[in-house]
């Protein structure tokens, strides 16, 4: 039995309706998240448990979050200890996980290690030291035993550990002897892929250039590896030959899906927005492409900005104030320019068109953007950045693209026009971003959610204005409302596949309380009666 059109319109317009279908999805995708959750085994481990329970990823440009060392458990750090130590991992793998641990226990709670099956007498005593040094009750006791370890003949992955240690007290160079020491006594690959890390936190990019000729050491010279040399020479093709290859090289297949979930849900909704799909449907994959490269060519007027001319966020409020206001400007800039070549091909499109296809480049750099604060907080930023900056994106690009269009086909006051509007789009954007990045504008932050909110009404009023009726047989609002539920769905899968369901459950009821105020807007702006 198929449900008619009529009765498509009613229901998709009924709260009631709404609230028990939304209800449904959203236990399914709860269901199906908790299920698949527990296939990762390796989250089960104590390790991972204590990595993982004490953080909070959330959206960089909404907040700051990170370790909070109180909130761990010493016996359960020293029970994660031990388990680690007790895996078939490669030994060098163990001691950094153990140094990783070790580093949130407070002094004076180290304790002596009992024998360990799989670990012989030197790798016994090496992890004892390792123990000693970061949690020892006799100042630098086991230091001096490590060091005693990684002199003259020394066994296997003494001088590493030795150099995670020194490298933790920030006695860099004597860490890289340390990991040189190992290389010359036991060839280690390990320790090759160590120093180039080390030499890259030193800044030391003559040393990195030269290794970057040995055979030992190439394959350790990934996309990022090679683009931080560059920028440090700003050897621009170099930059240009690494700019996608590094943008992802760590990125995961699942925060890739949600990124792109996560734009095609807002493509959805845009072309909902313009009424028909018929006059808008050839532009789509182009302007979301666009958008995309915008995002590319933006991070190179960063580099250019932030190495080349050495402007960066600085110290004092006006500095500060400057640099957010830049990057409104840079972005705004150049989302335009992409936006550019699209222009001939709607000359003879209407304004609502027109407003479409420049939000369309918006999204493009949204989505493009998404990947590196999905991956960043494990996925979580994908409810917050739904409501946020996708929309943000989306919002200023679509007016600023649609006065832009405007002013190149009529000329006259439409260039007044579009200036005014570019103006009003960059000053957004940097406020936007000063209430979140300036310190000293911290106790103003709410004032984040005025500034977007107050852009929000605006592009409502100008998608109102341009479009006469609102009567689509599967209502907008619903294709939101599904929209929101099957991101949030799929972020709660990918971080409870990180920390289990019950944290993953309070962390998205939390995302979802941040931006609350902002979803509001959203139900109350989309021009649709729901009863």
Known sequence: MTMDKRTLFRLTRESGFLWKSSGVLAALLLAAGTAVSFLNTQRLNLFHEVMAAPQSPVDPEIQVGGLQPEALE?????????????????????????????????????????????????????????????????????????????????????????????????????????????????????????????????????????????????????????????????????????????????????????????????????????GSFSNVWKLVLPALVLGAFSAHATLLAVFWQDYQIGFRFGQTLYQQLLYCFSIGLREETIKLLFFVPLIPFLRRKDDLVLLTVAGLVGLGFALEENVNYFDASAGLSAVTRFATANFLHIALTAMCGLTLARAVYHRGEEIQHAATTFVMAVAIHGLYDAFLMVGDLVNFSWLTYTVFVLMGYQYFSWLKHLRDTWMDTFSITATFTYGIILVAGLTFALYAWEVGPYLAVQAIIGEAIGTAIILVMFYREIPETVV
């Open 74 to 274: 010493p016996e359960l750090i020293l029970d994660a200890v031990l388990q680690s130590l007790e895996t078939d991992t490669p030994f060098y793998a163990r001691l950094m996980d153990v140094s990783y641990m070790l580093f949130f226990l407070k002094p004076e709670t180290a304790p002596e290690l009992p024998a360990i099956g799989n670990l012989n007498a030197d790798q016994q005593a090496i992890a004892q030291g390792l123990v000693d040094c970061y949690a020892g009750a006799e100042g630098d006791t086991g230091a001096e035993a490590l060091k005693k370890l990684a002199e003259g003949d020394a066994p296997p992955d003494a001088n590493f550990a030795l150099a995670i240690v020194l490298m933790d007290r920030r006695d860099a160079d004597a860490a890289v002897e340390a990991l040189h020491r190992e290389i010359d006594l036991h060839d280690s690959h390990h320790a090759r892929e160590q120093i180039v890390e080390t030499y890259l936190q030193l800044e030391k990019y003559d040393i990195l250039k030269a290794l970057a000729r040995d055979r030992k050491y190439r394959e350790f010279f990934t996309p990022s590896v090679l683009q931080d040399l560059a920028l440090a020479r700003m050897d621009w093709p170099m930059i240009l030959k690494t700019l996608l290859p590094a943008a992802y090289e760590h990125t995961a297949a699942g925060i890739l899906v949600l990124a792109i979930l996560s734009g095609l849900v807002w493509a959805l909704i845009l072309i909902r927005f313009n």
